[in-house]
């Protein structure tokens, strides 16, 4: 993906209509790193959002919970410049292949947000695996 703010007209969102949204007007973003392959976020994408990602080349989420858009970094300013678009066969999912800034994807400090492996000896249980790499409380203010 061409990394330059994109501008499209109304006839140039055709793309966006190949996506399959829930009833609430929702899809799945699975963030990638492009670098390392690995899964750092999940977070929810409307067609408002990608057109931000779009126009930006950085990933812009729907928050569920601000009940606004969200753009990855705005707070942190770990941004994630995506370089890669792309539709899940069933055109319900978008994977946001990105360049994860500063190298911290979770509010909660870490590399990634799905930090935490399930074990089954000894009884099921999450074990976290990866380390925190800064403190959040001097992300977020």
């Known amino acids: 993906m061409d990394t330059a703010p994109q501008t499209l007209s109304a006839d140039q969102e055709a793309w966006l209509d190949a996506i ?3 009833d609430n007007g929702l899809v799945p973003g699975i963030a990638q790193d492009v670098t390392t392959d690995k899964v750092i976020m999940f977070a929810f994408l409307n067609r408002e959002s990608l057109r931000e990602t779009l126009r930006t080349g950085n990933a812009t989420y729907w928050s569920r919970s601000r009940n606004r858009l969200w753009r990855k970094g705005e ?3 770990h941004v994630q410049r995506v370089r890669e678009i792309r539709l899940d066969c069933d055109g319900d999912v978008v994977l946001l292949r990105v360049e994860q800034v500063g190298g911290i994807a979770c ?3 870490r590399e ?3 930090y935490r492996r399930l074990e089954t000896e000894g009884g099921a249980h999450w074990v976290e695996t990866d380390p925190v790499l800064k403190d959040p409380e001097s992300i977020y203010k």
Do not use: L, N, P
């Open 20 to 22: 399959v949204y829930d």
């Open 75 to 77: 707070e942190s300013g």
């Open 107 to 109: 509010h909660t400090g």
């Open 112 to 114: 990634r947000c799905f």
